[in-house]
């Protein structure tokens, strides 16, 4: 059964060095998401991604983050600076179609992102 | 912002009993998405609800849609010792084509053998 890979499954960095989180959607899916979920704590949005641009965010996704496909298989999440408070599960999900509430997002296994 | 009250927070049960659990909000959604978390995983999609009204079953679960398209509720029937997890529900906003989820912070269940 096809599902959405993240790699890598637990990456340490240091405040204020970049990171990027890489995902690999479901291969007939159009649509790309990132979510993250501090310990403990609900799975929030962060960005929606179709036909290679943001088609939604949220106030978490600020200046320091970007999202890019940067070939046909791959789904990215960059963090420019990271913070303390950036520490969290980041779950990258995909889905066929979008909108209309018709089809339904996959997620991925999780990056754990940890920063000292 | 919207907010998706789920309860209860925890749950602890007798392996064979059954559960429930409900999800409401003051907005309305056009997807309402139940979803299973273990440990150190991502969600695991486990039912998905499109119309109101809609009753859907998968082995021993059951979910409903509500007829308001504010609420939602999930059964679980004869509970066994490997439904032990977080379970989410998620929707879909019905306004401005958004596609992003809205997830409520969770139940957690334990299931004593």
């Known amino acids: 059964e096809p599902e959405v890979t993240q790699t890598p499954s637990h990456q340490v960095t240091q405040m204020g060095q970049e990171v990027i989180l890489r995902c690999v959607p479901i291969s007939n899916h159009l649509y790309f998401y990132w979510y993250r979920q501090i310990l403990g704590q609900k799975v929030e949005f962060l960005v929606s991604f179709y036909n290679n641009e943001i088609s939604e965010k949220s106030e978490i996704f600020d200046d320091q983050f970007s999202v890019e496909r940067p070939d046909g298989s791959n789904f990215t999440l960059k963090i420019r600076s990271t913070k303390l408070e950036d520490s969290a599960m980041y779950f990258c999900a995909s889905s066929e179609m979008a909108g209309w509430g018709t089809d339904t997002q996959y997620f991925g296994p999780g990056t754990r992102l940890t920063v000292l | 912002g919207q907010q998706l009250n789920q309860s209860p927070q925890s749950m602890f049960i007798q392996e064979g009993e059954d559960v429930s659990m409900n999800c409401t909000s003051s907005?309305?959604?056009?997807?309402w998405l139940w979803y299973k978390q273990d440990p150190g995983e991502g969600p695991v999609l486990l039912i998905a609800l499109y119309k109101a009204g809609e009753l859907t079953s998968n082995g021993r679960l059951t979910a409903q849609f509500g007829i308001t398209r504010k609420d939602s509720f999930l059964n679980i029937s004869a509970s066994i010792p490997s439904d032990v997890g977080i379970y989410f529900c998620a929707g879909q906003l019905a306004q401005g084509g958004s596609e992003k989820l809205v997830f409520g912070k969770g139940t957690k269940l334990t299931v004593n053998p």
């Open positions: 907005s309305i959604f056009n997807t």
